[in-house]
């Protein structure tokens, strides 16, 4: 069992920049692959991020160039840097550890752009 608690989250503006946390209780979270999702109002969860145990990184197409991934397996953390944040940026996002067939995910923390 890995509980995963998100943080970062909040109102922002066009253009500002946002650092999402995901923090594993799992002691071993470094076998787990990451992902970063999101579900804007009145739509579906979709990826935004993932990161392997062994450092392959994928990115949806609207994030690339703007958000960045990353983990850090010794403090058991995962991160979503968020720049040149836009509209439809805003979201609940949620962070993910899998490990083959077995999932976890966060509650989720909110991000609002706008202006």
């Known amino acids: 069992q890995v509980r995963l608690v998100e943080s970062g989250g909040g109102l922002v503006q066009p253009g500002d920049s946002l650092r999402l946390s995901c923090a594993a209780s799992s002691s071993i979270f470094s076998i787990y692959n990451l992902g970063w999702y999101r579900q804007g109002p009145g739509k579906q969860r979709d990826l935004v991020a993932t990161m392997s145990t062994g450092g392959a990184i994928n990115y949806a197409e609207s994030v690339k160039g703007r958000f960045i991934i990353s983990r850090d397996n010794a403090k058991r953390m995962g991160y979503l840097q968020m720049n040149s944040l836009k509209p439809d940026d805003t979201a609940v996002y949620y962070c993910?550890?899998?490990?083959?067939?077995?999932?976890?995910w966060g509650q989720g923390t909110q991000v609002t752009v706008s202006s």
């Open positions: 993910k550890a899998v490990l083959g067939a077995t999932s976890y």
